[in-house]
């Protein structure tokens, strides 16, 4: 192509043309220079906190195909910048080594820590664990899979109907097989007959 031979109108087209394309680069140019800092100065800000509404969420915890525990909400709550959920109407279940459920709670409210790696379920609590054990409390916490979990408030242990107990505390063993009573404790062993 000759500039040469090009008509006035194309050459006025190419010049055009050119002249946008340069004030596009610019505008482009000087608009990454003028907000290079600003998205790191948003983040760093608590006013912009990423907070997420959520209906029906799942939260839970695998690694190497394994999962430790899962948690259902109604609805939710999510805090990017504490890296916490609020749950309402939580239910959901802790597993052992088999993947097989081990202890199942439902909660009125639930939070969990990200940062923490910590479940707590307070406000009319049950847990259930795999041999019948039932407990109700104000409020149960989860710190890990080698801790044990903490139940606290207005405890009342049963199991099969055989046996019934209230405390302060219990602190249930990781692997969800038995449980130790503190504070207040009182236990009551029941003999059921066989009915014919």
């Known amino acids: 192509m000759n500039w040469k031979n ?22 482009f140019i000087s608009a990454g220079i003028i907000t290079h800092n600003f998205n790191r100065s948003q983040l760093q800000t608590n ?3 990423q907070e997420a509404l959520i209906n029906g969420i799942i939260l839970t915890e695998t690694k190497d195909e394994k999962k430790y525990w899962e948690i259902y909400g109604e609805t ?10 609020l749950l309402d109407n939580c239910i959901g279940n802790f597993y052992d ?3 097989e459920v081990s202890m199942s709670f439902e909660s009125t409210k639930g ?9 707590i379920m307070y406000d009319d609590t049950r847990v259930v664990i795999k041999d019948g ?20 408030g207005n405890i009342r ?15 249930i063993s990781p692997s969800y097989d038995n449980f ?6 009182q236990s009551k062993m029941y003999d059921v007959k066989e009915k014919k």
Do not use: C, M
């Open 111 to 119: 939070t969990y820590n990200a940062n923490k790696t910590q479940i």
């Open 76 to 85: 939710g709550v999510y805090d990017s910048t504490n890296g916490v959920a």
């Open 97 to 99: 080594e088999n993947n």
């Open 180 to 185: 130790k009573i503190i504070g207040h404790a």
């Open 47 to 49: 006013q912009d906190r």
């Open 133 to 152: 054990t039932s407990l109700e409390a104000d409020r149960i916490t989860w710190t890990g899979s080698n801790n044990p979990i903490i139940a606290k």
């Open 6 to 27: 090009l008509s006035r109108k194309k050459k006025a087209y190419i010049i055009a043309f050119s002249g946008i394309v340069g004030i596009l680069l610019w505008a």
């Open 157 to 171: 242990i049963t199991r099969n109907g055989q046996f019934l107990a209230t405390a302060d505390k219990v602190e």
